[in-house]
């Protein structure tokens, strides 16, 4: 495949101005990110500091219920509540290495925000987070966590005031800052080398998996399921499945509310290709080409475009997508709290709602692994509002 691109999708359409710290970081990709001193590091970090591994954890009410084995991948359990912290401890540690001092970083709900800035704060770098104006007003709790953990956080006026505004405003922060910082991007998605350097760092998640799932099921899985926002924790789990040709692999994005024409985030079921952040994928957008407002119950899940490796591996059929609305991740939240006393996100609901949706998609005895992306205690206000005890 040609460099930068699954399919066509992929790329790196930036201003010329930042290429020279996209090659930078292609260059440390290949020298340092292999190096055996580098490699070390980061395992300790997220073994001691993070607490990989993960375990997997199997569901003995649900899978009697659905009439197959459901396992969750315990990526809850993490220090700062979810899979972010794989990939900015590897991005930070990268970046120290190349001997950068500041790390920026954008942050639609916050979750990538404090990952990050609690990874600068381990590894002794500044840290500046662009956020959307409308969400450090929506988002406040986070945003006090950022700033408990040293970081400056920059809230982004223009444009929508959320996510899509904050990257835009950070990739052109970037272009005056390139000697002393590192763009540290939240998801598998932005220009080369990001979606590849992402899906590296998050890979652990499906590399532990299939270990596990080998030693206490003696097999693969049948069914993996996870939530694509921009596809960072599903790459992460489906990346080491990908050459299994008999495990099935299923990506949910958000539906919203579900009501015809609502707003959602589902760029792979109701987008159509284009450019956006520097990478061709598919996009939510206009007959025109502006790019749509996403919408979900789910802050993690609300962006308007999708990694390009998920792209591709729709297009060629090897992953399928599926959308879950609203109400169905939040009858799977509810479910699992009472079923098995996880409280998951919301963005992790999805996946496990895709499950307890289509029960009768999966041949009974079956194994079915959901990556438990994230736990729920962040979206305590929204639940509340919505499942009022
Ligand atoms: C941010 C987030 C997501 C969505 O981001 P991806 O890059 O698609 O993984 C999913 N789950 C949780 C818990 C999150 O915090």
Redesign the pocket.
């Known amino acids: 495949m040609k460099k930068g691109y699954f399919g066509d999708f992929g790329g790196c359409f930036v201003p010329e101005l930042l290429m020279p710290p996209l090659m930078e970081l292609e260059q440390a990709m290949k020298g340092i990110l292999p190096s055996a001193a580098f490699q070390t590091e980061l395992n300790d970090l997220l073994k001691n500091y993070a607490g990989r591994e993960t375990p997997i954890t199997f569901c003995p009410a649900l899978s009697r219920e659905l009439g197959f084995d459901l396992w969750l991948k315990r990526?809850?359990l993490l220090h700062t509540?979810?899979?972010?912290i794989n990939n900015t401890l590897g991005q930070a540690l990268l970046a120290r290495y190349m001997g950068k001092k500041i790390l920026i970083a954008e942050t639609?709900?916050g979750?990538?925000g404090v990952a990050t800035a609690a990874a600068a704060a381990r590894l002794g770098l500044s840290c500046v987070v662009y956020m959307g104006a409308e969400d450090v007003e929506r988002q406040s709790a986070n945003v006090r966590r950022m700033r408990l953990l040293g970081a400056e956080v920059r809230p982004i006026e223009s444009g929508s005031r959320t996510l899509k505004d904050a990257i835009n405003a950070a990739l052109r922060a970037w272009i005056s800052m390139q000697a002393d910082t590192h763009y540290c991007f939240?998801?598998?998605?932005g220009p080369y080398p990001f979606p590849d350097l992402?899906r590296e760092f998050?890979s652990v998640i499906g590399r532990e998996a299939r270990v596990q799932m080998l030693e206490r099921t003696g097999r693969l899985p049948d069914h993996v399921v996870?939530?694509?926002?921009?596809?960072?924790?599903?790459i992460?789990m489906f990346a080491p499945f990908v050459q299994d040709e008999g495990v099935r692999l299923i990506g949910v994005e958000a539906g919203g509310s579900g009501e015809p024409g609502c707003l959602n985030s589902a760029a792979i079921n109701r987008g159509r290709p284009g450019v956006l952040h520097g990478e061709y994928t598919m996009l939510l957008q206009t007959d025109d080409g502006q790019i749509m407002p996403s919408g979900s119950i789910?802050a993690?899940?609300d962006?308007p475009g999708v990694?390009p490796e998920h792209a591709w591996l729709n297009a060629v059929g090897r992953v399928k997508y599926e959308v879950v609305c609203d109400s169905e991740a939040l009858a799977a939240f509810q479910k699992l709290c009472r079923a098995e006393g996880i409280l998951p996100?919301l963005?992790?609901s999805h996946a496990l709602a895709y499950v307890l949706e289509h029960r009768e998609s999966f041949t009974p005895g079956s194994t079915v692994l959901v990556n438990l992306?994230?736990?729920g205690d962040?979206d305590m206000d929204i639940i509340e509002k919505a499942l009022p005890l």
């Open positions: 990526e809850d509540g979810a899979h972010k639609g709900a979750q990538h939240g998801t598998a998605a992402v998050q996870a939530a694509v926002g921009g596809g960072s924790n599903a992460g789910s993690g899940l962006y990694g996100a963005e992790s992306s994230g736990r962040k």
